[in-house]
Each structure stands twice: as structure tokens, then as C-alpha cells.
């Protein structure tokens, strides 16, 4: 039989088949569900163990356990949407008392700042749980972020900043922690399945050309996080840390086991890797995020660590050592004190020596979001308080890795953040560049 009656037949038969084979999907056995999501996680593909997850609660009359297990995953992706939903459901669950917390922070980063509002207050008043002081506290931080954005977006003022701009470069793949080695060439991380690349890219005129893979030592490239060029590119000292899978790990700034190294520039080109110091690299702790400055002869380090004798999470520390050594012996580690530093996570530090000025994100400080951009003023020996630099640059996602360019007319930063139609989630991060007027 031939003709448009036997036409339309096959084609509804064809998609018969694909619904059959949708419903298989979405139907499969509960313990194979589970078994996958497991496995999904232990790879470090937490949206895809997520979606699992939920999908799994879903099956079992939106079961509280594994949903909040797929929120937990979600969070890790930043996938603050869905993440938000899937704790919903474990709000009166008395085994997740932390999921009301959880859910607020999730509209938080959504930029929902009445709802979260109104639920960090109702967490605060109705918490009886262990530390409670510790949590009501940082619930009431969050409260003084969602209050902040309030007066932020209130009086935006539109006449310091141009719109910070998604730079040409991105891609679906994670893109951070920019090095703008002069106002032309620009060095970045880029994280993929397997490994974070150390990638550069030159600015023609107006225009930006393809990005290429920048030529390291495959010591370094095996394991690399992100670096910072000594301000003459003689040296380039780097994070070199354990953790594979950056984009679904939790961003580029996920911690795991990291240390620190220095390459040098020779006539031959990278030397082999030197291991700094055991007192920066202090065993049983993570030390990553390294940025390096110069002044009146001296070179100082700043890096984010979580040794013992910190305030909590990750905190900024910096040493020196004279410009005139060929050595890479710099002074101990001194943490930036308690007016800089917090009970969560400090990280990406950026030092503008002309002005003294420290430029870095923070979990602890109040913020529009997760991780927001702050700077602090040094005055003499002390940091004045970290000031958070409001929108267009902060946003309800994750914002960090902030660094100026060479003339300090423009900057550069990185974000998980929605950017209009070119950009619909917050699962991977994104350059961005800022000028001023």
C-alpha cells in the first residue's frame, strides 16, 4: 500500500516507538536509578546524579530523602533553580534540619530576595537544632545580603560602570580566572571534563581572536587550577590540585587537595615546577589561588588556605620576599586577620599595589548571592573593612576571580551568573569585562 494514508501510518508508528522508548526511560527500575546516580556522583557528574535523583524521588511519592539528596547535587552544580525545588520537599523532614537553610540560600542565588527574605527570618526564629547560635548567625548574614541588594538595586547608579560585558571567548565549558598579562593578551583557565588548560587569546584592534592553549610543562598541565604571572613573566606561580572535574564539582573555585608552584622563564623556555615552601604548603591543608605583586623591591603573595589557626573555610594569607633573591624563600604566611577574613570562604585575591588596595570574594561577607567581589585598603598595617562593590559587577550567582587590567581602566572577572538569552543557566562559569567610564 502506497500513498499519504501509509505515510501518516509509518509516521505515527515512528513516533509510537519514540514515546515507547521515553517512557522506558523515565520508568526505569528504582534501584538501577539509584545505582547510576551513585555512579554519576562518584565521577563527579553531580547534575547528572541530581536529575537521577530527582527523578527517583519523583518515583517514590516525591520521597524527602533522595529528593534532598538531589538538591544537595544540584547545589554542587549550581543548578540553584532545581536546586531550590528539591529542598522544598524536605523542609519539615526532621532528618535535613539544615534544609531550610539550604532552600533559602538557593532563592538567594536566584535573586528571589523577598522569598529568601522571608525564609532566612522564619530559619532563624524556628531553628532548634545543633549550634544554634552559629547558624542564626549565618542566616542573619544572609539577611543583611538580601537587605543589601534591596538598597543596591535601589540606587543603582548607572555612571560608574558600563554593563559588565560576556567576553568573547566563552564557551559552554567553564572559563575563569582571567591573567591579563597586558591590555592586549589575555591568559585564562579553562575546565573540561578531564583537566583545567591554561589558554591565551590577543585582542587585534577592537576584536579578540581565537583562544589557544598556552604551552606548559605536562607536570603542570596535568593538574592544573589556576596562576598568576610575576608582573615581569619570569615566573608563573600556579595551584596545582587533585580535583578532576572542575565544572561539575562545584565551579572553578571548588576546594580540594591543592599546593602551590613556581615555573621559571628561561632562554629554553619553563623550567621544571618548584614546589613552594612545607610552611605555604603545610601538609594537611589546601593552598590555592595564588596571586603575586611587587613593590618598593619587594614581591608579595597572597593565597587562600584552610590550615589550621584560620577563622573557618578558606582565608587569605600573603608573604613576601625581597625582589633582589634568586631564591623562592618568601617569609611565613600571615593570615589578613579577622576583618578580612571569615568563618566561611575567602578567595581569588588581587592586589593593586600602586593604590594598596586588595581586591578578593567572599562567602562570609554579606553578599547579592554566593561568592561576591569585595576590596579592602591597606593603612599602614591593618585592612580597612571589605567593601562590597555592589552591582553590575555582583550578582545573585557566584562572582570572583576579579583582576584589573594593565592600565587600570578596565577589569576582568568571572561568573556562573544568567546573562540574558545567550545564557540560561548557572552551571558553568563565564568571563566577563567591566570598563569604567
Known amino acids: 500500500m502506497t500513498g499519504p494514508f501509509f505515510s501518516m501510518r509509518i ?16 520508568t526505569q527500575p528504582l534501584p ?11 565521577a563527579g557528574h553531580f547534575l547528572a546524579a541530581a536529575e537521577l535523583w530527582e527523578r527517583a524521588g519523583r518515583l517514590k511519592n516525591s520521597d524527602p530523602a533522595l529528593l534532598h539528596q538531589a538538591a544537595e547535587a544540584y547545589a554542587q552544580a549550581r543548578d540553584y533553580l532545581r536546586a531550590a525545588d528539591c529542598y522544598r520537599a524536605a523542609l519539615t523532614d526532621a532528618r535535613f534540619p539544615l534544609a531550610a537553610l539550604k532552600h533559602a540560600r538557593a532563592l538567594k542565588q536566584q535573586g528571589r530576595y523577598e522569598e529568601a527574605l522571608l525564609a ?3 530559619f532563624a526564629q524556628t531553628y532548634r537544632g545543633d549550634f544554634k547560635a552559629v547558624l542564626v548567625s549565618v542566616a542573619e548574614n544572609e539577611i543583611a545580603g538580601c537587605e543589601l541588594a534591596f538598597q543596591l538595586f535601589e540606587n543603582q547608579d548607572s555612571t560608574t560602570f558600563v554593563l559588565p560585558r560576556r567576553h568573547a571567548l566563552n564557551s559552554p565549558e567553564n572559563e575563569f580566572a582571567p591573567i591579563p598579562f597586558s591590555d592586549q593578551l589575555l591568559y585564562f583557565s579553562l575546565a573540561s571534563e578531564t583537566r583545567a588548560k591554561l589558554m591565551r587569546v590577543r585582542q587585534n584592534e577592537e576584536n579578540w581572536g581565537l583562544p589557544e592553549e598556552a604551552v606548559l610543562p605536562d607536570k603542570v598541565s596535568a593538574k592544573f587550577r589556576s596562576g598568576s604571572f610575576s608582573p615581569d613573566g619570569s615566573r608563573f606561580y600556579y595551584a596545582q590540585c587533585d580535583g578532576g572535574c572542575l565544572a561539575e564539582s562545584g565551579g572553578s573555585v571548588s576546594s580540594s587537595p591543592c599546593a602551590i608552584f613556581c615555573i621559571r622563564r628561561t632562554e629554553e623556555g619553563w623550567a621544571e615546577p618548584e614546589r613552594l615552601r612545607a610552611y605555604i604548603n603545610l601538609e594537611g591543608s589546601t593552598c590555592m589561588f595564588p596571586h603575586v605583586a611587587q613593590a618598593e623591591g619587594v614581591e608579595y603573595l597572597f593565597f587562600s588556605s584552610d590550615r589550621v589557626g584560620g577563622f573557618g573555610g578558606l582565608d587569605i594569607y600573603v608573604c613576601e620576599r625581597p625582589l633582589e633573591s634568586e631564591e623562592l624563600d618568601f617569609s611565613f604566611p600571615q593570615n589578613l586577620g579577622r576583618v578580612v577574613n571569615t568563618g566561611a570562604d575567602e578567595v581569588t585575591p588581587f592586589y593593586q599595589a600602586d593604590t594598596k588596595t586588595l581586591w578578593f570574594s567572599s562567602l562570609g561577607h554579606p553578599s547579592l548571592g554566593g561568592l561576591d567581589i569585595f576590596k579592602t585598603e591597606k593603612e599602614d598595617s591593618h585592612w580597612s573593612k571589605p567593601q562590597n562593590v555592589g552591582i553590575p559587577i555582583n550578582s545573585p550567582a557566584d562572582d570572583y576571580f576579579f583582576v584589573l587590567k594593565k592600565s587600570s581602566e578596565a577589569a576582568f572577572f568571572s561568573s556562573n551568573r544568567k546573562d540574558g538569552e545567550t545564557k540560561t543557566t548557572t552551571t558553568d562559569d563565564d568571563i566577563y569585562e567591566v570598563n569604567w567610564h
Open 32 to 42: 538501577t536509578l539509584l545505582k547510576s546516580a551513585e555512579r554519576e556522583a562518584n
Open 11 to 26: 509516521l505515527f508508528l515512528m513516533l509510537l516507538g519514540l514515546v515507547v522508548i521515553v517512557e522506558s526511560a523515565r
Open 120 to 122: 532566612f527570618e522564619t
